[in-house]
């Protein structure tokens, strides 16, 4: 029973973790301050790494076997693409959404930040067979995510220091800002 903990499931894990926290008091305490602690600690050159291979490893072959006829009509190899695309943003972008109902903005904006920085290098330093069949797709993902963040976060501070970041780290696509 030396390393009880290190032979439980995730899902043992987690169960026991709401145990703890129902519990209330300093136990609770430990555990919410903990789990903030592991939401603040990552970089943002690190997300956007893993969103870089995320989309670059994609099979262009993948793109092609979903697109095509299909029971109640057609698939272009666009909506293909845009489909697993997606998919594999969606952990990413769930995150930002975690972040803001959490009420962490500042770990939301540098999230976003990480989400667009590895959506812009993989529209400009990709060499997949897949950037090929996806074309803007990427871009317009990171543009969607760029106006719900801007929806939810109308602190001045917050978007002068966000479109500087673009402005800086994704200069090709500082167009995209609106003045204000």
Request: contains cysteine; glycine residues 4%.
């Given at each position: 029973?030396?390393?009880?903990?290190?032979?439980?499931?995730?899902?043992?894990?987690?169960?026991?973790?709401?145990?703890?926290?129902?519990?209330?008091?300093?136990?609770?305490?430990?555990?919410?301050?903990?789990?903030?602690?592991?939401?603040?600690?990552?970089?943002?050159?690190?997300?956007?790494e893993?969103?870089?291979?995320?989309?670059?490893?994609?099979?262009a072959?993948?793109?092609?076997?979903?697109?095509?006829?299909?029971?109640?009509?057609?698939?272009?190899?666009?909506?293909?693409?845009?489909?697993?695309?997606?998919?594999?943003?969606?952990?990413?972008?769930?995150?930002?959404?975690?972040?803001?109902?959490l009420?962490?903005?500042?770990?939301?904006?540098?999230?976003?930040m990480?989400?667009?920085?590895?959506?812009?290098?993989?529209?400009?330093?990709?060499?997949?067979?897949?950037?090929?069949?996806?074309?803007?797709?990427?871009?317009?993902?990171?543009?969607?995510?760029?106006?719900?963040?801007?929806?939810?976060?109308?602190?001045?501070?917050?978007?002068?220091?966000?479109?500087?970041?673009?402005r800086e780290?994704?200069?090709?696509?500082?167009?995209?800002?609106?003045?204000?």
């Amino acid at each position: 029973m030396t390393d009880v903990i290190g032979k439980l499931t995730s899902e043992q894990a987690l169960e026991i973790v709401e145990r703890l926290c129902r519990k209330g008091g300093d136990i609770r305490d430990a555990v919410v301050a903990e789990a903030m602690s592991l939401l603040t600690e990552f970089r943002l050159d690190d997300v956007a790494e893993e969103v870089f291979d995320a989309i670059d490893l994609i099979d262009a072959q993948d793109c092609r076997d979903q697109a095509g006829a299909l029971r109640d009509g057609y698939m272009s190899p666009d909506e293909a693409a845009l489909d697993i695309i997606e998919e594999e943003l969606q952990p990413f972008f769930d995150q930002v959404e975690r972040y803001h109902e959490l009420g962490m903005a500042e770990q939301e904006a540098t999230y976003s930040m990480a989400v667009i920085l590895g959506i812009y290098r993989f529209e400009h330093e990709s060499k997949s067979e897949f950037k090929k069949l996806a074309e803007d797709l990427p871009a317009q993902c990171a543009a969607r995510l760029l106006e719900e963040w801007r929806a939810r976060n109308s602190e001045q501070g917050g978007i002068d220091a966000m479109y500087a970041f673009i402005r800086e780290r994704c200069p090709k696509w500082a167009s995209w800002l609106k003045d204000e």
